[in-house]
């Protein structure tokens, strides 16, 4: 089945140690999207990917990067993770936009633990 | 700026009829989103809303009024595995998802 899958599902981290959380996607989508969600409130989207361009949300703090090496895979880069950063980290894909709206395939999600 | 609104929580019986209000008030519209996420998983969509007017899929109907800003997600005959926080998302001009907090839903027998 055509899908989106992230590694871990749960990571824990150290205050300061940085963390990579992968993406993967056999749906062949365009678009790539990461997301930060903390209980009970929306999701908020960090950057995308637009085939290879890269667009950073204006809020997104310095310390999250992200690299997307090929279509399949986007990876997640926390520099020096706070404890603030503890939260579900949502990964999404769509088709490409310029065929017009598209719904969004989630991954699982990957709730990070800061110690 | 931008916003969506929608209740915090709403409680319901099960085997009966619940419908989720959500306003929003976008730049741009190309289009609304219903999502349904349970506790602790990825949202997983219901519905998309382009046109005016109910969309029905199943159990559950998407209603929109795009001069009202306004959409509602209706859920028939409840089951208990409908317990869900549902998430009314709109996607603007700029083909970007605006997200609401969710509303959780909560189903007693």
């Known amino acids: 089945d055509a899908m989106v899958i992230q590694n871990p599902r749960y990571q824990v981290t150290q205050f300061g140690k940085p963390v990579t959380l992968s993406c993967s996607q056999t749906l062949n989508h365009n678009v790539m999207y990461w997301y930060q969600q903390k209980s009970s409130q929306a999701p908020k989207l960090l950057f995308h990917y637009y085939d290879k361009d890269f667009n950073n949300e204006a809020d997104t703090p310095d310390n999250f990067q992200s690299r997307r090496p090929n279509t399949s895979f986007c990876f997640l880069d926390i520099r020096s993770p706070g404890l603030g950063d503890a939260a579900m980290y949502l990964c999404?894909?769509?088709?490409?936009?310029?065929?017009?709206?598209?719904?969004?395939?989630f991954g699982p999600g990957t709730r990070l633990t800061v110690t | 700026g931008q916003n969506i609104d929608q209740p915090t929580e709403m409680t319901a019986t099960e085997g009966a009829i619940v419908q989720i209000n959500c306003t929003y008030q976008t730049s741009g519209f190309n289009g609304l989103f219903w999502y349904q996420q349970h506790a602790g998983e990825a949202p997983t969509f219901l519905s998309y809303n382009v046109l005016d007017g109910l969309e029905e899929k199943g159990r559950f109907s998407s209603f929109l009024s795009r001069s009202k800003g306004y959409s509602y997600l209706l859920l028939k005959e409840l089951q208990m595995k409908d317990s869900a926080s549902y998430l009314c998302?709109?996607?603007?001009?700029?083909?970007?998802?605006?997200w609401g907090a969710g509303t959780k839903l909560i189903i007693k027998p």
């Open positions: 998302a709109v996607m603007d001009s700029n083909y970007q998802l605006i």
């Open positions: 999404a894909t769509s088709e490409r936009v310029g065929t017009g709206p598209a719904e969004q395939y």
